[in-house]
């Protein structure tokens, strides 16, 4: 029996242009049915080539092409049932969701490769105004169906073609419509467009106007037409060592050496003028600052994206010193350099660079410990390649930066990736599907998304598959999607993914190793330069960096110890001074308030003057009591404030904690920042838990989460019971119950319900500094 007639692929020939792709809605059949093959037209069809034909029909694939390749019978163009398109024609491809795209057939040809093993074709892309992504190189004068002829190509096999186009010019376009406008009865509706203009949408030039006709008729023209749009638009904007510009800003940037790779800047740069590649040349003509944070999308809440850079401090607002010492050690600010890392900036950068210019896909897999600079890195190389494309010395790119912990549920990030390439909000669900047709069918889009996938960890799904799609979707031949995976464990893709997945997928691997006591200490000095006066001195930025460096080669712990250290200083030299002025003040004058004054005066080093007039001032007693430098940091400082950090009681208790309570707050603690929420419910913290035991490294963990969890998965059916009796299993109820007397966390849990809040009693820094070095739940997130 015949199959039933399927409704064809190409039964929608009524289209029209929405601003660069055509929506499509269905109408009569006139290009053929969507089940029959395709067969090649070649230059002159005799009789023999006829019965050949059929022959070759009979052969396996392998054969085919041999034959076809001995036959030496040029292909000059493809026919499925009843509708033919030759090379030099321009023909409709599918799009996603019911749009198409237009293309000039330039080549046919049998797919070699493994995966082409369908007949192929070479289209030279149209597009249309939504493609310029420039919004301030976009035309005002773009016609409803205009479209530009770029020099953009690709492979496509056959199959994604579904129509024939009709390009004419402006002319010839106006003589037919007069008014300008296609009645959607007319049979050109939605299939003719207008073409007076060549673009490159790489570096959004345009060509001179032109007439269609006169300089492209057909096929013999296809060369010809490439020629003439390469040569009158700005090709790609390839790197070049570049001269010194009128732009010091810019300059200071990008610090080029011989081989023409930027370093990470060692000069302090304007840190205003790093933008996401949206808004730059906007904000730039418009002469607007930008912070870090303006990005290329518009977020919406709840959906999150991090920042650039969190904290960008005016040092003009800063007053003292010890401000100054304060911000810059601070972790969330940006540095304005990063030493120590210049050859995993530099490795990144170039991998990056090269898939930008060549707009392929790429992934790179980044891990190292906590506070080894993972982040700040791909940030700097971030900034410095939007500086490039500011400079127009690169190719314009999407940033987008997805953080595991920042997701509710991982599989938002396919909600966060469509936002960004397309500016729409969807669901993680159908941006899964848009995704997935995005990167497997051919467009014109040429601008390349960079993703930053920062604690990838916490990315982990029940099956993978978030994971897997971002390190897959590089791969894909559309997708020009580059991949900055970041995760604390070397092997996390080996663990959750199969090592023959994981080969596959040919991850670039970048380490970055713990810093040594010497880095460290290069790292904390040159966070210190520029403040004036020696805030702290040598010798204890020496003490910090090694303390810090035997235990675990973190900037971020180092700095906070240091920060810690200023602040303490800070806070003698403001009662140094008002006990000075107390002992100074007449009974007649009010004395002056420390918060107007600040601790500016009381700096040593700043001013000579200054110093020995706040000694002077010092009573005999005073001095008696005072043992070392006041308003420095010394090494003593740095014993005061790793003392201070670790022995309060609170300190001390946490550390004591059996294994169960340490493991219930660490996955408070990864809930709490993963939804930005401060309380979460307990069904959710067990199964927090029972993510970090899959996640962790460390043995007993794993024993102590995983045996016991199998044990009640295999149980209960239900999610809800599921977490109950888990949380019971697993004796995080009762680590809960005993945190909870100890006031460490507060539970909320209602008679007659199964499902508690939980929330932190505690400031989570108490936490975090108390298990950050803990042995037993070591890279569980206390860390960062
Ligand atoms: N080489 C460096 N020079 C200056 N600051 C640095 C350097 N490396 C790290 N830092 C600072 O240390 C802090 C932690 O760095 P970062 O967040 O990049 O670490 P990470 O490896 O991504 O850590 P995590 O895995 O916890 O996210 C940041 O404030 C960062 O600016």
New binding site residues.
């Given amino acids: 029996m015949a199959p039933a007639r399927k409704k064809s692929r190409l039964e929608q020939a009524r289209q029209y242009l929405t601003s660069g792709t055509i929506q499509r809605e269905d109408s009569d059949d006139e290009l053929g049915q969507d089940d029959l093959p395709w067969e090649w037209i070649y230059e002159e069809e005799t009789s023999h080539d006829a019965t050949q034909k059929k022959a070759e029909r009979t052969l396996t694939l392998r054969k085919r092409k041999a034959a076809a390749l001995t036959t030496d019978r040029r292909i000059i163009g493809a026919k499925m049932g009843s509708f033919e398109c030759k090379i030099g024609d321009a023909v409709l491809l599918k799009a996603e969701g019911n749009k198409a795209w237009v293309g000039i057939i330039c080549e046919l040809y049998d797919g070699e490769e493994e995966e082409d093993d369908d007949k192929m074709a070479k289209f030279m892309w149209f597009s249309g105004e939504k493609e310029i992504r420039n919004k301030s190189k976009k035309r005002d004068d773009c016609l409803e169906n205009e479209l530009y002829i770029t020099t953009a190509f690709d492979l496509n096999p056959l199959t994604t073609i579904i129509g024939k186009a009709n390009v004419v010019s402006l002319e010839t376009f106006n003589a037919k419509y007069p008014s300008g406008q296609i009645k959607k009865s007319s049979k050109d509706y939605g299939k003719m467009f207008v073409c007076r203009r060549g673009c490159n949408t790489r570096t959004t030039t345009y060509t001179e106007e032109f007439k269609w006709e006169d300089i492209y008729k057909g096929v013999e023209d296809v060369e010809a037409l490439q020629v003439f749009v390469d040569s009158h638009t700005k090709s790609t904007r390839k790197k070049q060592a570049r001269p010194k510009t009128d732009n010091a800003d810019l300059d200071d940037f990008v610090v080029n050496d011989e081989d023409g790779i930027p370093r990470t800047p060692k000069k302090r740069r304007r840190l205003n003028e790093v933008a996401t590649p949206t808004s730059k040349r906007k904000d730039q003509t418009h002469g607007k600052f930008l912070t870090p944070t303006h990005k290329r999308i518009v977020i919406k809440k709840p959906l999150e994206f991090t920042p650039l850079g969190t904290r960008i401090i005016s040092p003009s607002a800063l007053s003292s010193p010890f401000q100054i010492a304060r911000n810059q050690l601070h ?2 600010s940006v ?1 304005a ?5 210049e050859e995993e900036f530099s490795t990144v950068y170039s991998h990056l660079e090269a898939a930008i210019t060549e707009g392929s896909g790429s992934c790179i897999y980044i891990s ?1 410990t ?8 791909v940030r700097e190389v971030v900034a410095q390649l939007n500086a490039s494309v500011l400079a127009e010395e690169l190719d314009d790119f999407i940033f987008v930066e997805i953080n595991g912990m920042k997701v509710t549920d991982p599989h938002q990030s396919y909600s966060l990736l469509w936002e960004a390439l397309r500016g729409d909000r969807v669901s993680p669900a159908h941006a899964l599907e848009l995704l997935e047709r995005e990167f497997s069918t051919p467009s014109p889009r040429r601008v390349p998304c960079v993703v930053l996938m ?2 990838l960890d916490q990315l982990v799904t029940k099956n993978q598959s978030v994971m897997y799609n971002f390190f897959n979707w590089p791969g894909l031949r559309h997708s020009r999607l580059i991949v900055l995976a ?1 995760a ?1 464990t070397m092997d996390l893709p080996e663990r959750t993914l199969s090592n023959k997945i994981s080969s596959r997928l040919g991850l670039t691997r970048i380490t ?1 190793p713990g810093y040594t006591h010497d880095q460290l200490m290069q ?1 904390i000095q ?2 210190l330069s520029g403040v004036p006066g020696h805030v702290v001195q040598p010798d204890a930025v020496q003490f910090a960096a090694r303390k810090v460096a035997a235990v675990s080669g973190d ?2 712990r180092a ?1 906070d110890m240091c920060r810690r250290a200023v602040e303490i200083a800070e806070a003698e030299a403001i009662a140094k001074e008002q006990e000075a002025e107390d002992n100074d003040a007449v009974p007649d004058t009010p004395s002056k308030s420390k918060s107007r004054r600040g601790a500016k005066s009381a700096l040593p080093g700043k001013d000579k003057g200054n110093t020995a007039e706040m000694h002077d001032s010092q009573t005999p007693s005073s001095r008696q009591k005072q043992s070392k430098p006041v308003g420095v940091v010394t090494i003593a400082t740095i014993k005061q404030a790793i003392n201070e950090a670790t022995s309060s009681p609170l300190q001390q208790y946490l550390r004591a904690l059996p294994l169960a309570s340490k493991l219930f707050l660490a996955a408070l603690l990864a809930r709490i920042r993963r939804t930005g929420v401060g309380e979460a419910l307990m069904g959710d913290v067990v199964e927090e838990a029972k993510r970090l035991g899959l996640m962790s490294q460390l043995q007993p963990v794993q024993r102590y989460l995983l045996a016991e969890n199998e044990e009640v998965t295999t149980k209960s059916a239900s999610t809800r019971q599921m977490d109950a009796k888990a949380a019971r299993a697993l004796g995080l109820g009762k680590a809960a119950l005993d945190l909870a007397e100890a006031g460490i966390v507060g539970v909320e849990s209602r008679r007659g319900e199964r499902v508690g809040r939980v929330r932190l009693g505690v400031g989570d820094e108490e936490v975090r500094l108390a298990l950050g070095e803990d042995e037993e739940v070591k890279g569980l997130g206390f ?2």
Avoid: M, W, Y
């Fill in positions: 972790v969330s540095p350099a990063l030493p120590c890392r190292g906590p506070g080894t600079g993972k982040t700040a890195t920062d604690e970041v604390n970055f790292i040159s966070r900037a971020r700095l860390g960062s």
